[in-house]
C-alpha cells in the first residue's frame, strides 16, 4: 500500500456510493480506504461495508472533526489523503 484514503462521514447514504465506486473503479488496492462515520442516523455504514476492503468505522459523536480524528486512528498508511464523502473523483 502507498497510502491511505480517510472518508469522514456523516449522514452521507445519498452520495458515498458514488465517491466509493470512483475510488474502486480500477481495482485500486494500493490505498487503504477509511470511511469513519461520526453520528450517523442513516445507512452510510453498511453501504461503505459493502465495498469489500473499505474499513469502516464509527462514533456517535457528531461532527467533521471527530470524523477526521477517527479515521486517522483506524488508518495505518501514509500518506493520507483526507476527502469528503461528497466530493467527485474522476
Do not use: W
Not at 470511511?35 to 464509527?58: F, H, Q, W
Not at 467533521?64 to 489523503?81: E, I, M, N, Q, W
Amino acid at each position: 500500500m502507498i497510502g491511505s484514503i480517510v472518508v469522514p462521514a456523516h449522514n452521507e447514504a445519498a452520495l458515498i456510493g458514488r465517491l466509493l465506486d470512483a475510488l474502486h473503479v480500477s481495482g485500486n488496492e494500493q490505498f487503504e480506504i477509511v470511511v469513519a462515520c461520526n453520528g450517523c442516523t442513516d445507512d452510510t455504514a453498511a453501504l461503505a461495508r459493502s465495498y469489500p476492503g473499505v474499513i469502516v468505522v464509527e462514533t456517535q459523536e457528531t461532527g467533521k472533526v471527530a470524523g477526521l480524528r477517527l479515521g486517522d486512528t483506524a488508518a495505518s498508511h501514509f500518506p493520507r489523503f483526507y476527502v469528503d464523502a461528497d466530493v467527485r473523483v474522476e
